[in-house]
């Protein structure tokens, strides 16, 4: 039987699932992104090379593996052939290993521009988002007008789409009081270019991977963001335009619920932010600073200074319960090396009382007064470390605090960015639902 599992923020993105999914793609035929577009930034180290993939996933690594991008995500075609460029150029066979789902949605510039009306204007809260024209493409797509990869490599009817689109957006630009006239044709013939060497990697992806799990192959699905910035469970409106929870897995690639074998939650030791939004822990003095500094928490696309805090408990609990986390990574444990105390956030208070659920407003989630329970750090090098057993004591206490009070399982610790900083725990729920090493 196929092994088909998840794997996905379980906080607000950049909690290292790059580095997961490339150490866990050696025991799957294909990995699969199902949502978001070049927002994400999933950095890999291998030895001495660094890879920031944002829209190929992060399986196109390993020589051999299925990379595909399926239907809920949203493609820039210039940025996806930028980064096949630099992947080329490293050596990958990106023709060979690349599928593009013809039912993906297309990002044109007219997109950027309208995001960039809409987060500037002063009587709007701005976001603070990655400006990729990622959620205006996907009000494209919910309002019924938006272009598809299998318009973009049919220059049959793309032409009509196109023109009726872009007035649409002109129109709006205007209605804004944007000068800026953006050049229609010029935008059109760099599309029908870029096209031409797109489309032989376009194709029903959906067949393919179900055909895939016919022929009992294993998928690992890929989850960009993370389930804070999800559309509906996030911290609206302070989120990304799509289903980044481990339900969007299945809208975004058209594979079936009844096939997903196991879901995987990746979490920091500790927590960060990108972007506005609430955020119940943030350390907003030296601690914060020096949790960023120590976990070099500068933003992979933007480069924007990460919002650092202390690991969230009921945030955890939470997204463990939208998403149904069979297991979770725990990543950059290294990075709380050298501090004497931890303090970890068992619950919220709101009002004086205990809160029995995530608040759904911005002004509720921002009056949250964290409680606080103080656990003693370890302070010594975990960094590299990948046995359990060679854990300081201390850092195993803290896990085991996290693992008990979230009542979730952490089965795979990461101490480092590299693959071989890791351990997936002998026994645990995360081994056995992983598949065996070699992939048959
Ligand atoms: P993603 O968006 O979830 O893939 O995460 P990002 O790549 O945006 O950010 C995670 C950062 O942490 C990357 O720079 C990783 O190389 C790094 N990283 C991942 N795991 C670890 C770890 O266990 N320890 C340390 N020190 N860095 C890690
Ligand atoms: P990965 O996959 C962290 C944030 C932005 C902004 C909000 C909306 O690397 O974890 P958008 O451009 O998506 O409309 O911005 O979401 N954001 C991320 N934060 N990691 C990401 O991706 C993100 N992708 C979007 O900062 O607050
Ligand atoms: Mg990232």
Redesign the pocket.
Known sequence: MSNIIIVL?AQ????G??KVVDLFSERFQIVARYQ??H????TVFIGERKFILKLVPSGILRPGVAAVIGNGVVIDPAALLAEIDALEAAGIDVAGQLKISNRAHVIFPFHRMI?KVGEGRPDRVA??????G??PCYEDKIARRGIRMADLVDPGSLETLYRWLAADKQTTAHAFGVAEEFDCDAILARYLEMAERIRPMVCDTAKLLNDAIAAGRNILFE????TM?DIDHGTYP?????SAAAGGACAGSGVAPTRITGILGVSKAYIT?????PFPTELRDERGERLRKAGKEY????G?P?RCGWFDVPLLRYTAMVNGFDSIVVTKLDVLDDLEQIPVCVAYRINGKIADSMPATEREIESIEPVYENLPGWNSPTFGIDRWDSLPARARDYLKFLESSTGVEIGCISTGPERNQTMILPGSKMERLLPGDTPG
Request: aromatic share 4%; no cysteine.
């Open positions: 923020g607000w993105g950049d909690e699932k790059g978001g577009g927002n994400a930034g999933h995001e976001i603070g988002t990655t400006s990729r990622i959620g989850g960009a963001q993370g910035l302070f989120v990304t335009s799509s932010r990108v972007g506005g939004g933003g992979a696309v933007t924007r990460r």
